[in-house]
C-alpha cells in the first residue's frame, strides 16, 4: 500500500469545507446546463457578501507543506477516476507537475471535490465516519 503524507483528519477538514461551499452553489435544474447544451455550466463559486468559506479553503491548502498539497492533489486524481491505487505513483507525479506554481485555487473549483476525495481515502482504507 501506498503512503499518504497527508492525515485522514486534514482531508475530512477540507471535505466538510467542501460540502459546504458547494452547497452555496445555485442548483443549475431547468437552468439548461445538461448534456447537449451550450449554456456556462455552475462550479463552486464565492458569493459576495456570504462568509468566505472557499478562501478559508484556499488558505487551507496554501498552509499544507508541499507534500500534503500533492497527494491532496493525488487523492482527487483517483477519486475522479484519472488513476488507480495501483498507479498512486504517476498520481503523485502529475500532482507534482500541477502544483508548481503553488496556487490552491484550482483545487477547488470542482462541486463534486467532496465525492472524489472521499473516493480517494476509500481507497487507501480509510474514511471520515
Known amino acids: 500500500m501506498p503512503e499518504l503524507r497527508i492525515s485522514t483528519a486534514k482531508v475530512c477538514d477540507f471535505i466538510e469545507a467542501a460540502r459546504e461551499v458547494a452547497g452555496k452553489v445555485p442548483p443549475t435544474t431547468g437552468d439548461r446546463t445538461t448534456t447537449g447544451d451550450d449554456s456556462p455550466l455552475e462550479t463552486i463559486e464565492d458569493y459576495p457578501g456570504e462568509d468566505d468559506r472557499r478562501g478559508q479553503m484556499e488558505e487551507f491548502i496554501a498552509g499544507l507543506n508541499i507534500a500534503e498539497q500533492i497527494d491532496l492533489l493525488a ?13 498512486w505513483d504517476d498520481a503523485v507525479r502529475e500532482a507534482n507537475d500541477r502544483i508548481a506554481d503553488r496556487d490552491p485555487d484550482y483545487m477547488i473549483g470542482d462541486a463534486a471535490l467532496p465525492e472524489y476525495l472521499g473516493i480517494g481515502l476509500d481507497a487507501f482504507g480509510r474514511s471520515c465516519d
Open 75 to 87: 487523492l482527487i486524481f483517483v477519486g475522479r477516476g484519472d488513476f488507480d491505487i495501483a498507479e
